[in-house]
């Protein structure tokens, strides 16, 4: 297990005031996969031992802590059946014991047998993170709300959906100095609507305990680029740092990428792993540098949640890439009309108004037809399953 130290603290490039609160200090350990328990454990208490000696007040662990990844297979029978019990099962007690010792916050993630008075049908359990304390006690838990459903990443037959009840909780303990958390996992991170409902909420910092790799059917496809920029792009957007550990590794037919980093609020990757090695990364997170950065930029302040009801309406499976073949002269074409008509006229007046309503009409018409045509010709000829 190598250690990436923590790096110079990045400049805040918006303060006003010089007063700020100390730097949190925070680790995340990216390990691989083992067979063998005591080696599993081993490798992951030498990363925490590390990040402890380097000062980290709180470490994070990848998903499924200490499990190997299950997905690239579907689950048969009752796969909750081999789940664990939250409070008394390996990870927490492994979790629990490392933060005693270190006397810090630990992070770690597990596959969570269900209480099932409600759902007993379902054969799945939860795909859960949790946060314990220093004295071994449950600080939060969370729930991952989207699992995925593709090839190579069968979590659907292994995982039910977190309640949407409490979605996402924002966790504040005393022994992070009230550092405001959320905990979602893994598949969440792809989801903006995750990170600005937990920065609506007042997060500072989210924590992605992953597992991502190849792509199976497109073994020539490196998706890691990708999810970095994604991952990144939604802490901009909502004002939040983003700590995101990920395993490593040869699992099945899945080689998962690592490349575990910790990003800030203005886009800056304040550290980053290697792909295919057990590493510790520290960073020390000038927590202050949200606020200031949300109010030069103020996305949460100036939303329109007037105008978003369609995030909220139910998914519709047979709209898989959203809605397709609009028809020429429809009530979205008209209003597409109607909206270039009322911005050319608060940017150039009434008359330029009139001018470009027409323009916009005509070529709606036009395009609107080629496009219905083409776009309902390759719905009927591609109704592939959706990547969820």
Not at 91 to 109: D, K, L, P, Y
Not at 124 to 152: C, D, F, W
Not at 263 to 292: F, H, N, T, W
Not at 293 to 320: I, K, Q
């Amino acid at each position: 297990m190598r250690l990436i130290p923590a790096p110079d603290i990045a400049v805040p490039l918006t303060r006003v005031s010089p007063e700020a609160a100390a730097p949190l200090r925070v680790a995340l350990v990216q390990h691989r996969w083992q067979a063998d328990p005591a080696a599993l454990t081993g490798e992951l208490a030498d990363g925490i031992r590390l990040a402890a000696a380097e000062g980290a007040k709180v470490v994070f662990l990848p998903e499924l802590t200490l499990s190997r990844y299950p997905g690239n297979e579907r689950a048969t029978g009752v796969p909750k059946l081999g789940a664990e019990d939250l409070l008394t099962g390996p990870t927490f007690a492994f979790a629990a014991a490392q933060a005693r010792e270190h006397g810090i916050v630990v992070h770690a993630s597990l596959y969570e047998r269900p209480d099932d008075d409600d759902t007993p049908a379902d054969p799945r359990g939860y795909n859960t993170a949790i946060l314990v304390s220093p004295a071994g006690a449950l600080l939060g838990r969370t729930r991952k709300l989207h699992i995925p459903v593709t090839e190579g990443y069968y979590e659907d037959t292994w995982f039910r959906p977190g309640p949407a009840e409490d979605a996402y909780p924002v966790y504040a303990p005393d022994e992070l100095d009230g550092a405001r958390l959320g905990l979602p996992t893994c598949w969440d991170e792809w989801f903006p609507e995750v990170s600005r409902l937990y920065g609506l909420a007042g997060a500072q910092l989210l924590v992605y305990p992953t597992a991502i790799g190849s792509e199976p059917g497109f073994p020539a496809f490196d998706t890691q680029p990708i999810w970095q920029h994604v991952i990144v792009a939604n802490g901009i957007t909502s004002g939040l740092f983003m700590v995101v550990p990920n395993r490593h590794g040869d699992e099945g037919d899945l080689t998962f990428y690592g490349s575990s980093f910790i990003s800030d609020p203005y886009g800056r990757v304040l550290a980053q792993a290697p792909r295919d090695e057990s590493v510790v990364l520290v960073a020390d997170l000038d927590l202050a540098q949200r606020e200031e950065w949300l109010a030069l930029f103020p996305f949460l302040g100036t939303r329109r949640p007037d105008s978003y009801a369609g995030l909220t309406a139910p998914v519709d499976p047979a709209r898989p890439f959203g809605a397709t073949g609009f028809a020429a002269g429809s009530a979205v074409d008209s209003a597409a009309v109607s909206a270039a008509a009322s911005v050319a006229a608060s940017v150039a007046g009434s008359a330029a108004a009139s001018a470009a309503a027409s323009v916009a009409a005509s070529v709606a018409g036009s395009v609107a037809g080629s496009v219905a045509g083409s776009a309902a010709a390759s719905v009927a000829a591609s109704p592939n399953e959706a990547r969820s």
